[in-house]
């Protein structure tokens, strides 16, 4: 079974960009490990949820997982989120140092 991204978000499928972005950044913010020291099932959602951001927010993967369900990455063919994601770059390229001063 498939993850769906969209609900992981908390979004339509016909979300804006602009939605995708305000739901990421409020659901990152809310589990994100350094808010939630220990907290594995935390840290388990943060993951999630940069994946699914990493997905939707890339219009090539998005559009391979609203066809199929999936995304295409060549270097292990059909899969999760594509290989080479990293959701610590997703988190610091919106947030940057603003985070890390925050706390």
Wanted: charged content about 30%; aromatic content about 16%.
């Amino acid at each position: 079974m498939s993850k769906d991204y969209y609900q992981i978000l908390g979004v339509n499928k016909n979300a804006t960009d602009a939605e995708l972005k305000k739901a990421y950044r409020k659901l990152a913010m809310q589990y994100h490990p350094d808010r939630n020291p220990g907290n594995e099932e935390a840290e388990n959602k943060f993951r999630e949820i940069n994946e699914a951001y990493g997905v939707l927010s890339d219009g090539t993967k998005r559009a391979q997982f609203d066809q199929y369900g999936r995304v295409f990455d060549e270097s292990n063919g059909f899969g999760g989120g594509g290989g080479g994601f990293s959701g610590d770059t997703i988190f610091e390229e919106f947030f940057g140092d603003v985070f890390g001063d925050f706390f």
